[in-house]
């Protein structure tokens, strides 16, 4: 059994992640744009809208990063990158070409299970029962062919039973009462039906408009089987994230252990020794990665690569207490070769901050500046706040 190190799998991380690059295109170098940025990592977490951007821009940079007006091209006019919920019922934006993958290892499980929770919360409210609540589906589907795109409220003008309110977290400091459109839409789209569109406001918005999802997929989201999607995400994620071990795939799919070991049957990938531990790579890709030239990123909040293995001291160190909150959502970061060192915020004023939490010597410490101000001239005036605060996000933006 072959052993790959710490310094190996950064050096992977860097190279896959499309981290370690200067403004040139290929394997070892940044992304082509925002697409080749999505596929390097599978998809974009995008349940933080700003994520999606920063994301796609530290792939593509230092030199010439993705702009927004790149990432909104390739979202709502070439449409060659899709919003969808996936892995884990969390958000993502995903090459289009990589949607049906998801669709079916992921999406179509998670909309029988918001089905079911919703069905009961309507049952219970006296709105009606499943039959009621798949007439309201078919009822906006058919006013948002109608319309070729349109937000929720204007949806419910078409169809008013999506103002129907149920009372939630009765007795609760937090309850009330909200009503099913949100619901109807989630489960149109988690069905593969409906896509979420441009935002109403600025790149940073989330009050969506939504559009069939022929708007993107021509002939509408092919439907491939549920076994051979989930050994294609499994196949796909060893070649962006591999070597990890079992425990970090089932925590990054958000499967069952059955359905992951069922999927590793179908891969047969190759095990390696991780520092005692047992890892997975692809069979064919056991050869030794050769470390890049040195680099620096500075990552947004939710980064796909920050949250990509269950496992994170063999890249976060002892850093975690400052850069995590305690539902494990991780903020701004700031890397280099592979590994974090520090956090990065936007104040008020607009400025960029950062802190290093570790020694990285004068040479890596100056390049961590010249990107804090190319971060500052990137973002301009928008105000970027990550929705999961963290301690040290929080002190420096003050």
């Not at 920063?54 to 007006?69: C, E, I, K, Q, Y």
């Not at 019922?89 to 079916?104: C, S, Y």
């Not at 047992?278 to 890049?292: C, F, I, M, R």
């Amino acid at each position: 059994m072959r052993s790959i190190s710490i310094e190996e799998r950064r050096a992977r991380l860097g190279r896959r992640h499309r981290l370690a690059g200067t403004a040139s295109t290929g394997s070892t170098g940044s992304a082509g744009g925002p697409v080749e940025a999505a596929d390097a990592v599978i998809a974009l977490h995008a349940t933080d809208p700003a994520t999606v951007f920063l994301s796609v821009a530290a792939r593509t940079g230092p030199v010439g990063p993705a702009s927004v007006d790149d990432v909104e091209k390739a979202l709502y006019a070439d449409r060659t990158l899709v919003r969808m919920l996936a892995m884990r019922r969390t958000m993502f934006v995903v090459p289009t070409a990589t949607a049906p993958v998801l669709q079916a290892s992921c999406t179509r499980a998670v909309a029988a299970q918001q089905r079911r929770r919703y069905t009961q919360l309507i049952e219970a409210a006296g709105l009606g029962d499943g039959a009621w609540l798949k007439d309201v589906e078919e009822s906006t589907a058919r006013a948002l062919a109608a319309r070729g795109e349109a937000t929720g409220a204007e949806l419910a003008a078409d169809e008013p039973r999506l103002r129907s309110r149920v009372r939630m977290a009765e007795g609760k400091s937090y309850g009330g009462e909200q009503n099913i459109t949100t619901w109807v839409l989630l489960l149109l789209a988690a069905d593969g039906r409906i896509v979420r569109g441009r935002p109403r406001g600025s790149w940073t918005s989330t009050q969506w408009r939504w559009a069939p999802v022929e708007s993107w997929l021509p002939g509408g989201m092919p439907e491939p089987a549920v076994e051979d999607a989930r050994a294609e995400l499994v196949r796909r994620w060893l070649a962006a994230f591999g070597p990890g071990t079992v425990a970090d795939l089932r925590w990054w799919t958000g499967w069952a252990a059955r359905d992951v070991k069922a999927a590793l049957t179908r891969v047969r990938p190759a095990e390696v020794d991780l520092d005692g531990q047992t890892g997975l790579v692809l069979a064919d890709d056991v050869e030794p990665t050769t470390a890049p030239e040195p680099w620096v990123a500075f990552l947004p909040a939710l980064d796909p690569t920050a949250m990509g293995w269950s496992e994170r001291s063999w890249y976060v160190g002892a850093h975690r207490s400052a850069l995590f909150d305690r539902s494990g959502n991780i903020g701004p970061t700031v890397w280099a070769d592979g590994r974090v060192v520090g956090g990065w915020a936007q104040r008020p004023d607009g400025e960029v901050t950062y802190r290093l939490l570790e020694d990285v010597g004068s040479a890596t410490a100056r390049t961590v500046e010249e990107h804090a101000e190319r971060m500052h001239a990137w973002l301009g005036s928008t105000r970027v706040v990550p929705r999961f605060r963290t301690p040290l996000e929080k002190e420096l933006s003050r």
